[in-house]
């Protein structure tokens, strides 16, 4: 059994707790009668209108209150984020990123969470394997929605292999009674070669797309492997012209849905395009953004954004060097908006550096998973900018620290430079190579 704490932790002041009198320390028992378990079932019941609260104030005295609440929340935080324990996996994925970590990092780095309450708050991905019957239906009843789900393949054998769990070949099931209740569904899967591409691939997008519209969105992106995968289960990297092959059939199904559905619906990591040479589709064609935190059209999106900003450039002397780290599969698009601002801002520098990913090795190239000690092995005999400018997406958390624990600091010091973290945004890009904010 979880263990539940509803101590309340923080109270905002002027909100509808604070002028209920409840404040840090004290316990919420109840609301209107009914006992809560975790943060979801407490937002569902916070959503009537005229609310009784149960108040355990000292651990002694009971006091009960009643309000009205004309907001989303009461203006409560909770000594537990999720009031209870989040909910860890209970897969053993073949694929698994974590499962291919190396020892001795930070113990929060290797927890596996596969949380649906994680999955509605925080854009989180879960399997469904360790939902209850209970469960589900306690999801539906509170209309929790959208749930990110990892779906990888929908034939239940082929996901039970990919999963390692006995209850993986459910998930279809699940999502077709939450569709039919009218939760919205986001889905990612993550393509291994020879193992859930080809037809396995193919009638898992028709599976997904007869759940359309309450399947909202589907990501396709590779597999990442690093260089700690011994004794781990035998997966390929794709290759140039396996990438290939996978952009052109996802493709041929965006035309099929496109034509039945009127949407796209699924969408490819840009890893894909880049490997395979394959220019990667205007924004457009992306219908939102509804991937973007998988990586899929942060290319497209950044540029619609730094083309906006470049117009608001004001034509002025400038005197600046920066440097810019990347990761290797983002150097060359980088390394182009970088030559834009040079043609475009006279006396303003920039040198774009790929940092080889050795702490992870494999085929890690992506710039989210970019460590501290490479930035600067890589860059400490070549730096001589002002600024370092690196993707914020290489932090964890409000800490600055990069995945190997080394902190923004540590680079800042072993480099003489300031560090500059920027978020995968155009706007926000040009103005910290600048070091000016544009007037909109």
């Known amino acids: 059994m979880r263990k539940v704490d509803t101590t309340v932790k923080y109270v905002e002041s002027g909100s509808v707790a604070d002028l209920a009198g409840i404040r840090p320390g004290d316990v919420l028992v109840s609301v209107n009668g009914c006992k809560f378990h975790d943060i979801l079932e407490y937002r569902y019941l916070i959503s009537e209108y005229e609310l009784t609260l149960e108040i355990l104030k000292n651990g002694v005295n009971t006091e009960f209150v009643t309000v009205e609440n004309n907001y989303e929340d009461l203006g409560i935080e909770f000594s537990e984020g999720l009031i ?3 909910q860890s996996c209970t897969n053993k994925c073949i694929f698994c990123f974590i499962d291919q970590l190396p020892k001795g ?4 780095v290797y927890f596996k969470d596969d949380d649906t309450r994680l999955s509605f708050l925080q854009g989180n991905y879960v399997t469904l394997t360790n939902l209850s019957d209970e469960e589900i239906e306690s999801l539906i009843k509170m209309r929790v929605s959208p749930i990110n789900v990892s779906v990888h393949a929908t034939e239940p054998s082929l996901r039970r292999m990919m999963l390692n769990n006995r209850f993986a070949g459910k998930c ?11 939760i919205c569904m986001n889905c990612q899967i993550v393509l291994c070669p020879d193992i859930n591409d080809g037809e396995h691939l193919k009638r898992t997008l028709m599976d997904l797309g007869a759940l359309y519209p309450n399947v909202n969105s589907i990501s396709v992106v590779p597999v990442g492997l690093t260089r700690y995968r011994g004794g781990l289960y035998p997966i390929k990297p794709f290759t140039k ?4 092959e996978t952009v052109r059939f996802v493709e041929s199904m965006q035309k099929e849905f496109l034509e039945k559905y009127g949407t796209r619906l699924v969408y490819l990591s840009d890893e894909f395009y880049i490997n395979s040479d394959i220019p990667i589709p205007d924004a457009d064609c ?8 998988n990586g899929v059209g942060l290319v497209a999106s950044m540029k619609e954004e730094f083309d906006g900003a470049m117009r608001l450039v004001k034509p002025k002397k400038r005197t600046r ?12 698009f980088i390394k182009g908006l970088a030559e834009t601002i040079e043609r475009q801002c006279a006396g303003v520098k920039i040198d774009v550096y790929p940092v080889k990913n050795n702490f992870f090795g494999g085929g890690v190239s992506v710039s989210g998973l970019v460590c501290g000690c490479d930035i600067i092995t890589e860059l400490k005999e070549k730096l001589n900018a002002d600024t370092l400018c690196i993707p914020d997406s290489m932090l964890r958390g409000d800490d600055n620290i990069f995945l190997d624990d080394t902190t923004v600091e540590d680079v800042e010091k072993a480099l ?25």
């Open 321 to 332: 060097h920066v440097a810019v780290a990347t990761g290797e599969i983002a150097y060359e």
């Open 105 to 108: 990092m930070r113990e929060t």
């Open 241 to 244: 012209e396996t990438s290939a």
């Open 84 to 86: 209870d324990e989040a």
């Open 172 to 182: 279809l099931d699940i999502m077709k009674r939450f569709a039919k209740n009218g």
């Open 286 to 293: 992306y219908e939102g953004f509804p991937q973007l935190e």
């Open 416 to 440: 003489n430079v300031k560090v500059v973290p920027v978020m995968n945004d155009g706007y926000e890009f040009v103005e910290k190579i600048l070091g000016e904010e544009l007037e909109f």
